[in-house]
């Protein structure tokens, strides 16, 4: 038995309720819907309830209505990362403008296969990472009987991606860093060597807080995967770590994070990000610097100048994705061969 309404709401629609633009629709199963403002009259209500009811029975079930779905479910929201959730919705744009008004069930491979070509042709790994989103949301639609078919992107193969990023010399690390702290930025400076020296991505660097400064090395949870590994303490992790905690500190509020906004609190990503770019703009135009590089190429320069097991070092789950950020070649041996001496 459903939950008893409030007697003054009693004589609104069946899965009708109240928000702050008005009157909506909030059925499971369905997307919510908006119906009426604030001051519609209560024949009104009845009257977009009843145009609602209308639109579900002559409207024809569209991809974009099965993405919306997903977008609401408990799988999407509670079980995908946040930063991953901001993929799917940028993924979706693309994808919805070319399949969104179709049923599902017409959604065909060599349909998916065209969108492949025609948006790879410029755009390889958008093309790859949309495809791969468009797969997610028809297999969680085949599981819950809103699709027919069997997911379409099954068979049409990923297209071969170049390399994203690139190595960093060992002096434009160092002259961009000098930098850094030349401008004032010391925990841009320390967000850059905990990078580097524990090949750990942005978002786990501005996670990491005073708990995860452990006895014999500092913690670093992988956002993305989950994986745990304790970075074992070496004289620069250390330096880094100490100096960041003495920075920033004479703001009252102070928060536990190892990396800290000028206010004590920890950065937004947004916000690191919109230092780091605008640094990286005036250092080459200072002449500082001669390319402007990522914050993620520093895991790049991690994983290719380790001498070891890389993968162990990055904490990836294959060898070939570890192998994918060294960007140093292998050192093979070479044959060596004397030559004859005449005569003999």
């Not at 179709?102 to 390889?124: C, K, N, Y």
Request: charge should be positive; proline fraction near 3%; glycine fraction near 6%.
């Amino acid at each position: 038995m459903g939950r008893r309404r409030n007697p003054e709401n009693a004589w609104m629609p069946p899965h009708v309720e109240r928000y702050k633009n008005g009157f909506r629709v909030n059925r499971r199963g369905y997307p919510t819907k908006h119906l009426a403002k604030q001051d519609a009259s209560k024949a009104e209500v009845w009257t977009a309830y009843e145009r609602y009811l209308a639109g579900l029975v002559e409207k024809e079930f569209t991809f974009k209505d099965l993405v919306e779905l997903y977008f609401a479910s408990p799988q999407y929201t509670k079980h995908i990362k946040p930063q991953t959730q901001k993929d799917y919705h940028r993924y979706s744009q693309r994808i919805l403008i070319v399949f969104g008004e179709m049923t599902p069930d017409s959604i065909t491979s060599p349909l998916v296969q065209m969108f492949l070509d025609a948006r790879g042709a410029e755009h390889p790994t958008a093309a790859n990472r949309e495809k791969t989103f468009l797969g997610i949301v028809m297999k969680w639609g085949k599981a819950r009987g809103f699709v027919k078919i069997e997911d379409p992107t099954v068979v049409v193969k990923a297209l071969k991606e170049k390399a994203g990023g690139r190595y960093l010399e060992d002096w434009e690390y160092e002259a961009f860093w000098e930098w850094l702290g030349e401008r004032g930025h010391i925990m841009h400076q320390c967000a850059m060597e905990i990078s580097y020296l524990c090949a750990a991505r942005q978002q786990d660097v501005l996670a990491l807080t005073r708990t995860d400064m452990k006895e014999d090395g500092l913690l670093v949870i992988q956002s993305k995967t989950g994986k745990a590994q304790i970075k074992l303490w070496s004289s620069a992790l250390r330096e880094a770590v100490d100096r960041a905690l003495a920075s920033n500190v004479d703001a009252q509020i102070q928060t536990a994070h190892i990396i800290r906004s000028r206010i004590g609190r920890p950065f937004t990503r947004m916000g690191f990000n919109a230092t780091w770019l605008r640094e990286q703009r005036a250092a080459l135009e200072a002449g500082v610097i001669k390319e402007r590089f990522r914050f993620h190429d520093l895991k790049i320069k991690a994983a290719s100048d380790f001498d070891g097991d890389v993968q162990k070092f990055t904490g990836h789950k294959t060898r070939s994705m570890a192998e994918r950020y060294n960007r140093t070649a292998d050192k093979v041996v070479s044959l060596d061969r004397k030559r004859p001496k005449k005569g003999k």
